[in-house]
Nanobody
Framework: QVQLVESGGGLVQAGGSLRLSCAASGRTFSGYTKGWFRQAPGKEREFVAAIRWSGGNTYYLDYADSVKGRFTISRDNAKNTVSLQMNSLKPEDTAVYYC?????????????????????WGQGTQVTVSP
């Protein structure tokens, strides 16, 4: 129903920036949640950021505490993409970053971080931050 493809990963030095993009294809929804997750070697996949739309006039943005103030999630409706602008990168940001989506509005931060709530996942893109 929906296919997601991430791009924009790479190798940067600490303090640098990267912009990840997730292109979506397939059906559209009257409401949605689109998120970014990351998974470092030997670690669980963790929530990074999400953008939610309930069908009204407001987009809701949510961030993990570890990235708040440094990362910004956004959506380009014309291109049907969601992006993650990552600034002031730290070595602990090193991970494979995945975009995910579900065709409904999720209601809480805790819910946003639950992997089973997302029906669609991208293949992941590697982000490596050197010290």
């Amino acid at each position: 129903q929906v296919q997601l493809v991430e791009s924009g990963g790479g190798l940067v030095q600490a303090g640098g920036s990267l912009r990840l993009s997730c292109a979506a294809s397939g059906r559209t929804f009257s409401g949605y949640t689109k998120g970014w997750f990351r998974q470092a070697p030997g670690k669980e996949r963790e929530f990074v950021a999400a953008i939610r739309w309930s069908g009204g006039n407001t987009y809701y943005l949510d961030y993990a505490d570890s990235v708040k103030g440094r990362f910004t999630i956004s959506r380009d409706n014309a291109k049907n993409t969601v992006s993650l602008q990552m600034n002031s990168l730290k070595p602990e940001d090193t991970a494979v970053y995945y975009c995910a989506a579900v065709g409904r509005f999720l209601t809480s931060v805790q819910t946003l971080g639950e992997l089973h709530n997302y029906d669609y996942w991208g293949q992941g893109t590697q982000v490596t931050v050197s010290p």
